[in-house]
Antibody, heavy 115, light 109 residues
Framework: QVQLQESGPGLVKSSETVSLTCSVS????????WSWIRQPPGKGLEWIGY???????KYNPSLKSRVTISVDTSKNQCSLTLRSMTAADTAVYYC?????????WGQGTLVTVSS | QSVLTQPPSASGPPGQRVTISCSGG????????VNWFQQLPGTAPKLLIF???QRPSGVPDRFSGSKSGTSASLAISGLQSEDEADYYC??????????FGGGTKLTVL
């Protein structure tokens, strides 16, 4: 059974950088696509980007300048770094397997940006 | 405002059939497959339909998907109270971006 678990700081200050980690069990991090998707409170879903093959990435053009997604194969983890955070980045951040067929999701982690 | 347009809400009594639409353009739905996700309150989204009309293992056949031109639809027959959720369509876009619809809140009356 594939399981994903996001972790990271629940609160960050405006202009700071947030780093989130997705720990994966039941699937090899090196052999799948791994995406990050976010959902502002009470709003819809927004795809942030994906990584596959240990380093090939694709990002949402609207976030590309601020985002980095990476993997740590030794820990079977995927990470998201989002720089220059603003209140508009307050959201639940999900990791999911896939590049569109998101068949496994983590439970999500809420990141709140404070001023 | 999402590039993939969904009605904000839909409803129906138990047992009825409801349809949720997802309208896009030639650069997304018109050129790529559509997936649908169900998000129950307080939980992560769940894959409901992939490749326009394929159901993952475990998804009841009450759920079906279709696509025609630049639009897609999700149909739910035999509506049940546990179907009350938010539903999202998603598709790749030629701008190299995954797009989600704005979501449809389904209420079972």
């Amino acid at each position: 059974q594939v399981q994903l678990q996001e972790s990271g700081p629940g609160l960050v200050k405006s202009s700071e950088t947030v780093s989130l980690t997705c720990s994966v069990s039941g699937a090899a991090i090196s052999r799948n696509y791994w995406s990050w998707i976010r959902q502002p409170p009470g709003k819809g879903l927004e795809w942030i980007g994906y990584i596959y093959n240990n380093g090939v990435t694709k990002y949402n053009p609207s976030l590309k300048s601020r985002v980095t997604i990476s993997v740590d194969t030794s820990k079977n983890q995927c990470s998201l770094t989002l720089r220059s955070m603003t209140a508009a980045d307050t959201a639940v951040y999900y990791c999911a397997r896939g590049d569109l067929k998101f068949d496994y999701w983590g439970q999500g982690t809420l990141v709140t940006v404070s001023s | 405002q999402s590039v993939l347009t969904q009605p904000p809400s839909a409803s129906g009594p138990p047992g009825q059939r409801v349809t949720i639409s997802c309208s896009g353009g030639t650069s997304n739905i018109g050129s790529h497959t559509v997936n649908w996700f169900q998000q129950l309150p307080g939980t992560a989204p769940k894959l409901l339909i992939f490749s326009n009309n394929q159901r993952p293992s475990g998804v009841p056949d009450r759920f079906s998907g279709s696509k025609s031109g630049t639009s897609a639809s999700l149909a739910i027959s035999g509506l049940q109270s546990e179907d009350e959720a938010d539903y999202y369509c998603a598709a790749w876009d030629d701008s190299l971006n995954v797009l989600f619809g704005g979501g449809t809140k389904l209420t079972v009356l």
